[in-house]
Each structure stands twice: as C-alpha cells, then as structure tokens.
C-alpha cells in the first residue's frame, strides 16, 4: 500500500505541473499570443500596442497611433541598441538623434505606425515614447 500511495503523490505532483504548465501557455508567458501577452496603453489621443512576451530573434511588432496634429514620435536609444529593426510602416521621412533619443518623423498627423523588430538578446525591454505632451513608458520581456 506504500508503494501505491507514493505513486498517488507522483501522479498528483505531475498533474500540478502539467496544469502550470497549460496556464503560463494560455496567459501568453511562453511567447505565444495568449490572454494576457498583448499590451495596449494611451496617454490621451496616443496609443501604442505591444507584445508583453517575446522570443530573441523572433518577429514583434510595437504599434503607434499618433495624436491628431502631430507627426513625429521619440523613442529612447536604450530600446532601439536592444532590437533589430524590420521595418517601419510608412517609412519615416527624417530619423534624428536627440539627446540619447530617436525621432521619427512621418508626412502625415496622426500617423499609424508599425514597428517591426526583432529582440536580439534575453531579457527587460524598456521603451518609452514621446509625441508632443504625450507620453507612454512600456516594455517586454523578451525570452529566449
């Protein structure tokens, strides 16, 4: 009866992993598109949307509605020297550094914009963005 109780317990402790398991894979913590692994965040008229969880070397995409009347954004150099960057959609008309800042401007207010990037190593990916007063601080883990 020893041995079928310590059998029980085995079975039981699986279980409960397998369960973890199922619930880190549908809130989005494995790197997939689950519950909880889109971010979006405004600041007034501005929104941006995001991956919360990502793979190095795996595609993401941060999208960027820009407030009406203004076309051009800021971002923080720290985030682009962690990223590769696919593309960018519209192509910006001007990249200009700025005092350890990137701006990014655009012929049209209001622009929609989508960044298409890729993580290149593991780890807190910080950005912030800036687009006249308006500010949005967001980030992703990226894994590896």
């Known amino acids: 009866m020893a041995f079928q109780r310590r059998s029980w ?3 039981r402790v699986g279980l409960l992993g397998l369960l ?3 619930a880190c894979g549908a809130a989005g913590l494995l790197g997939g598109h689950g519950i909880w ?10 929104t941006a949307k995001w991956d919360r969880v990502v793979r190095v070397n795996a595609p993401a995409d941060l999208v960027i509605e820009l407030p009406p009347g203004e076309s051009s954004f800021l ?3 720290p985030f682009f020297e962690a990223i590769r960057i696919e ?3 519209p192509a910006p ?15 049209a207010a ?3 914009v989508e960044l298409a ?4 190593t593991p780890g807190r990916l910080a950005f912030d963005l800036e687009s006249g007063p308006h500010r949005i601080h967001g980030g992703s883990i990226s894994l590896p």
């Open 9 to 11: 317990a085995f079975q």
């Open 20 to 22: 973890v398991f199922v």
């Open 37 to 46: 692994a889109g971010w979006k965040q405004a600041d007034g008229p501005m």
């Open 75 to 77: 971002v923080a150099r």
């Open 87 to 89: 593309a960018i959609r």
């Open 93 to 107: 008309t001007g990249m200009h550094a700025e005092a350890g800042r990137i701006r990014f401007s655009f012929d």
């Open 110 to 112: 209001g622009a929609y």
């Open 117 to 120: 990037y890729r993580p290149r």
